[in-house]
């Protein structure tokens, strides 16, 4: 279960406002973090707290396929991101680092406390339950392993 404040934005979020190019080039993960959401709300990066959800609409992360897109967001502390659409290269990319998110068409407000329910795909927002599309069973186990490096490395380590 994750629990967090709403970060609310709409329709055609691309990977150029999450994470501006000119911060492409670092590897160092707290660098990239500093500047999560820059191009769109350069607040973000100051104010977001470990746990929080971004709570978008159609077609989050969309332009180019950059991977660093998905990881500033996760080491900024979002918790997950709902949306009503992904850019399907985003939604991999994000499960791939260890980011929760679901496809869901959730109405709140900036600032709301939010609930999702990875397991059942619901996202809950005060006395509201919204059906989202639940991650297949080996999409989670990704997700609870920490990303699918983690993952692998766990199936290795089993296969021992």
Known sequence: MIRGKAWVYGDDVDTDVII??????????????????????????????PGDVIVAGSNFGCGSSREQAP????????????????????????INVGLAVVEAD??????????????????TVGEKTFMGTRLPDFLLEILQDGGLVAHRRRE?????
């Open 71 to 94: 990881l500033a967001l996760r080491e900024a502390g979002v918790a997950c991101v709902v949306a009503r659409s992904f850019a399907r290269i985003f939604y991999r990319n994000a």
């Open 20 to 49: 501006p190019g000119p911060y492409l080039r670092t590897k160092d993960l707290k660098q990239l973090a500093c500047h999560a959401m820059e191009g769109l709300d350069p607040e973000f990066a100051k104010r977001v707290l």
């Open 106 to 123: 959730v109405e709140c407000q900036e600032g709301d406390e939010v609930e999702v329910d990875l397991a059942r795909g619901t996202v």
């Open 156 to 160: 290795k380590e089993g296969a021992l």
